[in-house]
T-cell receptor, first 112, second 114 residues
Framework: DAGVIQSPRHEVTEMGQEVTLRCKPI?????LFWYRQTMMRGLELLIY????????DSGMPEDRFSAKMPNASFSTLKIQPSEPRDSAVYFC??????????FGSGTRLTVV | GENVEQHPSTLSVQEGDSAVIKCTYS??????FPWYKQELGKRPQLIID?????GEKKDQRIAVTLNKTAKHFSLHITETQPEDSAVYFC?????????????FGQGTTLQVKP
């Protein structure tokens, strides 16, 4: 298995632009998580899905952020419009159940 | 709400010494406690985990201890090596329900000096 695959690895965009981050979880994993990592706030859980259904989105910072999981093998995290304070590394992780997270390589987002 | 506190934020040891990182959690229903290692520019990777039905677990040079009464758990690394230098994160989750979400500590930057 190739593990959790995220794209792009790096994204530089201008303030106000729409940004879409993508994630392919490990096949057979029922849980998918989106985390944001910054020096100031560490690893923050944004949202997670179970069997493609969003379970807890209480960590999503504001309405500019949205996430979807149209099927078991694909999820997106969208920021529209983007702001400089959104600059961070965004990690996707998947899990077969209640434990055993595997993280993707992350997307480093820079908003200028 | 759920919270995990991790200490220290930075730790510097000489090669061969031991390193200990401590975490406390607020949710008494938490029963799964993994530790992740993150090297610079890379993804967090699971190195060891413990569930609340055991008090200690060991894997070669690393061990984790859990005190449910006090709501704290610790990572112990013995005979540290330069390649142990990384950021270490503790986490906790309540896996007795459908939720499997992990709440992470703030991380500890471990530096092992050769």
């Amino acid at each position: 298995d190739a593990g959790v695959i995220q794209s792009p690895r790096h994204e530089v965009t201008e303030m106000g632009q729409e940004v879409t981050l993508r994630c392919k979880p490990i096949s057979g994993h029922d849980y998918l998580f989106w985390y944001r990592q910054t020096m100031m706030r560490g690893l923050e859980l944004l949202i997670y899905f179970n069997n493609n259904v969003p379970i807890d989105d209480s960590g999503m910072p504001e309405d500019r952020f949205s996430a979807k999981m149209p099927n078991a093998s694909f999820s997106t995290l969208k920021i529209q419009p983007s702001e400089p304070r959104d600059s961070a590394v965004y990690f996707c992780a998947s899990s077969p159940g209640r434990w055993g997270y595997t993280f993707g390589s992350g997307t480093r987002l820079t908003v200028v | 709400g759920e919270n995990v506190e991790q200490h220290p934020s930075t730790l510097s040891v000489q090669e061969g010494d031991s390193a200990v990182i401590k975490c406390t959690y607020s949710d008494s229903a938490s029963n799964y406690f993994p530790w992740y290692k993150q090297e610079l520019g890379k993804r967090p990777q699971l190195i060891i985990d413990i569930r609340s039905n055991v008090g200690e677990k060991k894997d070669q040079r690393i061990a984790v201890t859990l005190n449910k009464t006090a709501k704290h758990f610790s990572l112990h690394i013995t005979e540290t090596q330069p390649e142990d230098s990384a950021v270490y994160f503790c986490a906790a989750s309540r896996s007795s329900s459908n939720t499997g979400k992990l709440i992470f500590g703030q991380g500890t930057t471990l530096q092992v000096k050769p």
